[in-house]
């Protein structure tokens, strides 16, 4: 059980300050295993959401590892980048207990029922019920280090402590050890990302720690029983050449789980949402149409599928798409309701600086720039079918019939937008499709207008010309 004291300190942990009161709470004392199986079980039967912000993945990842945490098994996340690995790696936080005693001022975060290190065992045997107890929250109980092939086993394990033999310590003392940072992880998570690029000998000093569930330190006699939960990511052998989990290490986890991009683009947009730190603001119909986008780089034969295209790419041009509106609204002074709002004149700048997060075939040197723009198109002209199909938008291409044209471009505020194309017919039932209704800011309107035209443009129902960066609709 979790101590759930009444007189909780000023810190906001709970009371007991000594061993004798941690036993007098009732305080049970349990594994860092068995608090996530607990704490997970909690949460499943309440009908909660056990891993909160990990989107599209409720049907496929997630039941594994919620068997994994069951069961009690370390485990392997495997996936290309931008999958959301480490995002799931650092939400296991959330099932350990908010609170945990500690003996204080254990370097390794003793249990002070059963401590483990040679200083905390004797100050037990020295102060017994008196031995003093400090509280740890689930925050700091978590350490994440990621795999460079420069980590050493003492970065990892530990090693001799040259200012503790300077001080006058033996070295056959125990206490000479500094602690790396498996040991000081003890009784939490510890999250070791790209796990193949360790170099492989340095991948056998966590033999013990996986299966053992101790450390031993260079030729000391000392093993530490450990109480540490491994969790580790990788991205598949054959993408990235840079090194292996050698097969003994993979045999000590015991749950290797794959990872996937997400299938649905709806799970792509509420992820935009959420991770998109946005600028300006940005309508659902163009993260719709970066959702698609980022689904149709995923299923081109000129992209590498090997190294995959990231969520990060997708996060990255809502984030890139805002600043271009913003930056809009700043040169050219539109304040108010008329404000930074993004439209799809904003998608194009942004292609030439997400060219770094794809990786292309090696026949399409040369093309990067083009593929980008024809599925971008393709995106675009997707999302114009879904959002306004049935749609009766002849009110549009009857302005340009008459032989009007509209300009527009990165720099062109709504209101000359708007003051060009003036009243059309059928423009309310389309802020209505996209979600802006009749209380529509200028900028929303302009946003709708030019979605509309650039839908019709890629249907083939008006004609556009680019002009000195400028978009001309209606242009032969």
Request: with cysteine.
């Amino acid at each position: 059980m979790t101590v759930t004291s009444s007189q909780p300190s000023s810190a906001g942990h709970p009371a007991p300050a000594t061993l004798g009161q941690l036993r007098a709470s009732g305080h049970e004392s349990r594994g860092v295993a068995e608090e996530l199986r607990a704490n997970l079980l909690s949460r499943l039967r309440a009908g909660e959401d056990a891993f909160p912000g990990i989107v599209g993945l409720e049907d496929t990842v997630i039941p594994e590892l919620e068997s994994a945490l069951l069961a009690g098994h370390d485990l392997v996340l495997l996936g290309e980048r931008g999958q959301g690995k480490t995002r799931i790696m650092r939400t296991l936080v959330t099932l350990l207990d908010e609170w945990s005693p500690e003996v204080a001022g254990c370097e390794i975060h003793d249990d002070p029922y059963a401590p483990v290190c040679v200083r905390c065992r004797t100050l037990l045997a020295e102060l017994g019920d008196d031995l003093p107890v400090a509280w740890r929250h689930r925050d700091d109980r978590y350490t994440e280090k990621l795999a460079t092939p420069d980590t050493s086993v003492g970065d990892l394990i530990g090693d001799v402590d040259p200012v503790k033999v300077a001080q006058g310590r033996t070295l056959g003392d125990p206490e000479t050890v500094h602690y790396g940072l498996v040991p000081r992880t003890n009784r939490g998570l510890f999250g070791l990302n790209e796990l193949p690029d360790l170099a492989e000998r340095i991948q056998v000093a966590l033999f013990n720690v996986l299966e053992e569930r101790d450390i031993q330190v260079r030729g000391y006699s000392l093993r530490l029983p450990l109480d540490v939960f491994l969790i580790a990511t990788a991205n598949p052998e054959d993408y990235t050449n840079r090194g292996r989990i050698i097969t003994p290490l993979k045999d000590r986890f015991g749950a290797e789980i794959r990872t996937h991009y997400l299938s649905e683009v709806s799970d792509e947009v509420a992820l935009l949402r959420q991770e998109a730190e946005v600028v300006a603001e940005v309508g659902d119909h163009l993260l719709e149409v970066l959702a698609r986008f980022v689904h149709l780089l995923r299923e081109s034969s000129s992209v590498d599928q090997r190294s995959g295209v990231s969520a990060r790419f997708a996060i990255a041009a809502a984030e890139g798409v805002a600043a271009s509106a913003l930056r809009r609204a700043a040169r050219t002074g539109e304040t108010g309701d008329a404000g930074a709002v993004a439209r799809v004149c904003d998608l194009a700048p942004v292609l030439p600086t997400l060219l770094g997060k794809v990786e292309f075939e090696m026949g399409e040197e040369g093309r990067e720039r083009a593929v980008l723009d024809h599925l971008l198109r393709l995106a675009i002209a997707a999302t114009f079918r879904e959002r306004l199909s049935g749609l009766d938008l002849t009110g549009f291409t009857s302005v340009f019939a008459e032989g009007a044209v509209v300009e527009t471009g990165e720099l062109v505020p709504a209101s000359d937008v708007l003051s060009q194309l003036g009243t059309v017919p059928g423009l309310a039932k389309v802020l209505d499709r996209l979600g802006y209704g009749d209380s529509a800011s200028r900028g929303q309107v302009a946003a709708a207008v030019e979605f509309v035209l650039e839908g019709l443009h890629l249907t083939r129902r008006i004609e556009k010309a680019t002009v000195d960066g400028r978009t001309v609709y209606g242009a032969a």
